[in-house]
């Protein structure tokens, strides 16, 4: 292939995005990491009177071979060597630092017998620190001498309760993960207190609390006695709410969307469920759920305070692509419209303006509004019209849409909608021009149980529509369905091999293909679909244009390998195909896409750039492509 073809066939997208809140336009603003306008800072803060050392930390009479290396790490005289500190002030301070971090580290792994010398030149840590100053030459030589004597193991171990629900406390030491004969580490019994009081929180005890622990260390057994004495406080049921911080919003609704049921047994999921709630309305930037006293009957009120967003957004973006030209986009949206949480959008888009002419530009608008809360906490009601133009090579689309949602929230992992749509399209395609104005009813249930929305690495994502619906102009009745599934696996523990899968599958019962508007119908390929084709660009064709189908199956693997914090790499298939019947009858076989892409995690979630190459390319798709993208594929 000679570079021309290369130029013609490869399809690239670049965009660009940015959104205004309202905010002075001195303001600093941050991109991945990057900050702009912020004025002139110095790079560098320079220390008075640095004073420059060499450290090296020596452990003896450990039983573990990463002892030093974990003492190492919890060391400021080891990790900031290259960092000098202000002065022989400031190295001394250092290394007193060191000696409570040093021990904290030996006993988080069953120390309790050890010693920690610390010299600067030779002199101990504790006569420079009567005199004030280090002798000696400069760099200072630090050495850590560590002796860690033996490991200690768990001997007698006692959980004392009192209060209103000793009696709920289980007080078996192994209930808590604390076991005679292991290696008495701190953080088991740090563990083990939040254990405890988090099983107490969640029966109903607020301010269950452990008191003085009583530690016993036997040098001569080298055995860790522990006694924790569990106070459990009163049982508390749900107080009064109050609502604080408020400007525009009504208190009335925070207080009803929070949904916090006065009167029942207290419980932090409760509360966590609120404040993800109160969150998710978009109008806060920050929300707080403070807990009061119990009261003399049991009650604990609780306090939501919270701080109002801006409500203006404007935002623009562009894109530009070898295959479709130049795209522009804006939106304005107006938060908390009425006090109650409501949001006015209106949207506009036009694309491909290098088109020769107006009717194959694509363009797009819409006007929404979104009100939580309509008909209770976990509801809310959308509404929206919109006008847009297609013109992808297998057609042209013109399509005007009127819609409307009702959404419920069944459970963390649980949600629905239904609704109804009515929409008038003229469609231009290889069976000539027709109209169809469709009134539909539109239904779906969402299983979403994935620990990350934009990057996950567990969990299931299951998503099934169904909507039947009539073309009042061609009398004729259609039913649309589909449903898509997706699963993560992770073969470690920290989640940098991960294995993801997607499955979708579509059928329209209709009399026919071309009863079915053109930009309704099942056609594959693209980036949401077999990467590395053109885009809707794989299915039923006639006279060699590309028809569409009535019934659809594609199919996802990946396999993501985080290489760093922020660098990872993805190896994917995709297959699929659109048939002519309302079943798959896979009389044409599955096309496949291969590729690889690259990871950059960001805070916002992973910047994403895969590379495909068609199996099978048919006519108008390239040889191979490129996508970006924010978040995960899939």
Known sequence: MNVLALSASLGITFSAAFALSAVPAAQAFEIFGKKFFEGDKPSNISVPDPLPYSAELSV????????????????????????????????????LSDVKRILGQLY?????????????????????????????????????????????????????????????????????????????????????????????????????????????????????DVSLPVETGPKAVFGAVTVSGTEVTDPAFVERYALIPEGEIYSPETLDKSRKRLNDLGIFSSVRLVEGTVQPDGSLPISIEVSERKRHVVGAGAS?????????????????LFGKGELLSIEGSVGRLSASSFTDMEYATRIAFDKPGAFGPQTSFSTALSAAQEAPDAYTSRTVKLEGYYKRTFS???????????SFSNEEDVYGTQDYLLVGTPVGL????????????????????????????????????????????????????????????????????RSVPASRRLIAGGGGSIRGYAYRNVGPRVNGEVAGGRSL??????????????????????????????????????????????????????????AAIPLDPGQDDPDFALYVGLSQAF
């Open 60 to 95: 003896v009479g450990s039983q573990e071979d990463d002892l030093q290396d974990k003492l190492s790490a919890a060391s400021t005289l080891v990790t900031k060597e290259d960092e000098a500190p202000s002065g022989q002030a400031g190295l001394i301070s250092r290394g």
């Open 108 to 224: 988080a792994n069953g120390y309790y017998g050890s010693t920690v010398s610390i010299r600067f030149n030779g002199t101990l840590l504790e006569e420079t620190l009567e005199s004030g100053k280090i002798p000696g030459p400069r760099p200072v030589e630090t050495l850590i001498s560590v002796d860690a004597g033996s490991q200690f193991q768990f001997g007698e171990i006692t959980v004392l309760a009192s209060g209103p629900g000793a009696e709920d406390l289980p007080k078996d030491p192994l209930r808590w993960d604390l076991i005679s004969g292991e290696p008495a580490r701190s953080g088991k019994i740090l563990n083990a207190e939040q254990k405890i009081e988090l099983y107490l929180r969640k029966r109903g005890y607020p301010t269950a609390d452990i008191g003085e622990r009583e530690i016993v260390a036997d040098h001569a057994t080298r055995k860790l």
């Open 320 to 336: 530009w692509s070898s295959t479709e030209g130049i795209g522009l986009e804006a939106y304005w949206r107006r938060r908390n």
């Open 412 to 422: 963390e992992t649980l949600s629905g909608q239904a609704g109804g749509e009515i």
């Open 446 to 513: 969402t299983y979403d149980s994935r620990d990350n929305v934009l990057d996950p690495t567990e969990g299931f994502y299951l998503k099934a529509d169904v909507e039947p619906a009539y073309d009042t102009i061609g009398g004729e009745a259609m039913l649309f369905t589909r449903a898509t599934g997706s699963t993560y696996y992770a073969l470690d523990e920290a989640n940098r091999f991960i294995l993801a899968g997607k499955v979708s599958v579509g059928s329209i019962l209709a009399p026919s293909i």
């Open 553 to 610: 199956v594609e199919l996802s693997g990946e396999v993501r390998v985080k290489i760093t914090d922020t660098l990872g790499v993805v190896a994917f298939v995709d297959a699929g195909n659109a048939y002519e019947d309302a079943l798959p009858d896979f009389s044409q076989p599955l096309k496949f896409g291969v590729g690889a892409g690259i990871r950059y995690y960001t805070p916002i979630g992973p910047l994403r750039v895969d």
